[in-house]
């Protein structure tokens, strides 16, 4: 029980799992920093000893991003943790950065990690589906695949924990549920483009304790240097799976399936993963304003450059004009008539800003 809340985590009996309290502390953590309470973890789930001394420096990190969360305090009995299961981990949801990760260690990495109740929640029967069509890649490399489910995102969203603050959390927790001595997280973003973000090359180590070892892997390369390694495999280009929206299927529509769809048009590649060709319009509908987001237009306006195509050259180069004029309009809009059109847009999109506003971000830009 985590306050009121039952939290859980199903993974198939062929593994064990960890008694200690790390998960714990790794679902807990962003939930108690917003309310300033400290964490008292029971005596039959001991804290890493390891895990605490990093939980200290994590949230002079995260504090130090959003003072919003505050440094709190935490009790309980210490232990060394130890492995639970034998060979190493990565997670992978068949997306980019996972499939990289995949490929780059295929000789040392064992099995992969896709969890339910992460990205989407899915009900079981249709869990067991998306698995098959994962399996598809991991079999295909000799690798096992682990399912789990958790209702951790649901336990984050009571807490207001935003998706972009609590993912690198729930991923550690998972990870130190099936205590592999080495698990890797797939990075997202870059070394010289780093935000503040739930998974990130200064904190993901942190979270690791005695028993499993945390990697934040190749921040070195940006998305679209990984999506040229890996499409020579027809088998993982074909079975990308990048969407926001939709948990069975990319829905070709969503920011994130139309910037790689953008990476393979200019690569001059096809993958039956996505359900359509990309068109102009789709191009010109990006926006490009979100810092988190931006890095992905500018990595695939800079791909249409080495490759010299001219024609996506053109249509990003469209789509940068368009926001430019956007992000011009609501400044005079801001400076000289008082928010008049954005208070009149912001009316339309209520409920979803709504929604939004409540959930704490990395940082308080976000
Ligand atoms: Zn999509």
């Known amino acids: 029980m985590m306050d009121d809340f039952r939290l859980w985590f199903r993974v198939p009996s062929d593994y064990e799992v960890s008694p200690s309290g790390d998960m714990f502390i790794a679902a807990g953590l ?117 399912p789990v489910s958790t209702n951790l995102n649901s336990f984050m969203a009571r807490n207001k ?52 070892e945390l990697i934040h892997d190749s921040a070195h390369l940006k998305r679209t240097e990984k999506t040229q390694l890996l499409i020579e495999n027809d088998v993982i280009r074909n079975n990308l799976f990048v969407c926001w929206e939709n948990p069975y299927q990319n829905c070709g529509k969503c920011p994130k399936c139309i910037r790689t769809m953008i990476t393979l048009k200019i690569l001059g590649v096809k993958s039956s993963a996505f359900p359509k060709d990309l068109s102009p319009r789709d191009i010109q509908r990006l926006r490009i304003e979100n810092k988190l987001h931006r890095p992905y237009f500018y990595q695939n306006l800079e791909l249409a450059k080495q490759k010299n195509n001219q024609k996506m050259l053109k249509a990003l180069k469209k789509a940068q004009r368009r926001n430019a004029i956007l992000l011009f309009i609501k400044d005079l809009d801001r400076r000289y008539l008082g928010e008049i059109m954005s208070r009149s847009v912001r009316y339309i999109k209520r409920r979803k800003a709504s929604n939004m506003a409540e959930r704490i971000m990395p940082s308080p830009e976000q």
């Open 30 to 146: 962003f939930p108690a920093m917003v309310s300033g309470d400290d964490i008292e973890i029971e005596s039959r789930g001991p804290i890493s000893s390891k895990l605490f001394t990093g939980i200290m420096r994590l949230q002079e990190i995260y504090h130090c991003w959003n003072p919003v969360l505050k440094k709190i305090g935490m009790h309980g009995k210490m232990s060394v943790s130890e492995p639970k299961n034998p060979g190493v981990a990565s997670f992978f949801s068949g997306g980019v950065d996972g499939a990289y990760t995949l490929l780059k260690h295929k000789e040392e990495i064992t099995h992969l990690i896709y969890i339910n109740g992460f990205d989407f929640e899915m009900k079981e029967e249709d869990f067991a589906k998306v698995i098959t069509s994962r399996r598809r890649v991991t079999d295909s490399l000799n690798k096992t695949l682990i």
């Open 161 to 212: 924990i935003g998706s972009q603050l609590r993912y690198g959390s729930c991923l550690v927790s998972v990870a130190h549920l099936l205590g592999f001595p080495k698990t890797y997280i797939p990075s997202s973003q870059t070394y010289n483009n780093l935000q503040p973000n739930g998974s990130h090359p200064l904190t993901d180590p942190l979270w690791s304790n005695e028993a499993t």
